[in-house]
């Protein structure tokens, strides 16, 4: 299994990016997918997930109305919209892909243990 983010940088405050993570083999279409974040000195925190029918969103306080979640199945990829972004969201983002139980997985949680496969993550800063 193969997980590839991109779409990370430097930016202002106020200003947008959008993050993809393309993930392969794997049937994308039967797992929870999720971004997560790492500040430095810090454990990974999530930030939003979507559950593998797309319906069900989850999204932490600190996005919530900032940041959009979406999936593309057809094309086996994941997407964060990010929107009037703050210097409290620099951080490296991570794509995850829920893999237990590891045929159907299709449920969000907040917690990094069964999300099996991980991104190595891309980089986004935004300064004030």
């Known amino acids: 299994v193969q997980v590839l983010e991109s779409g990370g940088g430097l930016v202002q405050a106020g200003e947008s990016l959008r993050l993809s993570c393309t993930i392969s083999g794997l049937n994308f279409d039967r797992h929870a997918v999720a971004w997560f974040r790492q500040f430095p000195g810090k454990g990974r925190e999530a930030v939003s997930c979507?559950?593998?029918?797309?319906?069900?969103?989850t999204y932490a306080d600190s996005v919530r109305g900032r940041f959009t979640i979406s999936r593309d199945n057809s094309k086996s990829t994941l997407y964060l919209q990010m929107n009037s972004l703050k210097p409290g969201d620099t951080a490296m983002y991570y794509c995850?892909?829920?893999?237990?139980?590891?045929?159907?997985?299709?449920?969000?949680?907040?917690?990094?243990?069964?999300?099996?496969?991980w991104g190595r993550g891309t980089q986004v800063t935004v300064s004030s």
């Open positions: 979507i559950s593998q029918s797309g319906l069900d969103l």
């Open positions: 995850a892909v829920r893999s237990h139980p590891p045929d159907y997985a299709p449920f969000c949680t907040d917690s990094t243990a069964p999300y099996g496969y």
